[in-house]
């Protein structure tokens, strides 16, 4: 870069003077006043007297995403879909129902061990869709 080209971007600051904000301005007083009203307001976790933490909300949302997941399988899969994601998963699907199925399933996906298999799947799972849309590779794919 040579020291005779133009710069890319100007800016200029300029003060505005004569504008009254008094709403805007506050003392130091009531800042701390402030800070004060609001650190008393957070509970302290050391004392179990004042703070106990409330598990159920956890668990409740983990059985709204076990709940989920297993309405997902049950209204989108069929049973031969759900017994190829078995097989992936080398879950055993030996006389067993569609619900016994979508069960074993979305309890081998929701734990945490398993993530990145499930993962890896899913990811799959997605190229097959892919390649299934393509007017030239479809015809390679052969699943059924």
Do not use: H
């Not at 870069?1 to 300029?14: E, G, K």
């Not at 709403?23 to 307001?41: K, R």
């Not at 703070?51 to 159920?56: G, I, L, N, R, W």
């Not at 309890?107 to 030239?136: A, C, G």
Request: proline share 3%; charged share 40%; net charge negative.
């Amino acid at each position: 870069m040579t020291d005779c080209q133009p710069a890319n971007i100007s800016y200029s600051l300029r003060e505005n003077e004569g504008v009254e904000t008094d709403a805007c301005i506050l003392s130091y007083d009531e800042i701390l006043n402030d800070v004060t009203t609001s650190a008393e307001a957070i509970p302290d976790p050391e004392s179990e007297s004042d703070y106990e933490y409330d598990y159920s909300n956890d668990a409740m949302a983990g059985m709204d995403d076990y709940i989920a997941s297993e309405l997902d399988y049950q209204t989108n899969y069929i049973k031969k879909e759900l017994e190829r994601i078995a097989d992936y998963y080398e879950l055993s699907k030996r006389k067993k129902r569609k619900d016994e199925l979508i069960e074993d399933i979305v309890i081998y996906e929701k734990d945490p061990v398993n993530v990145e298999k499930v993962y890896q799947r899913k990811k799959m799972w997605r190229y097959i869709e892919e390649i299934k849309k393509d007017k030239y590779l479809r015809q390679f794919l052969i699943l059924d």
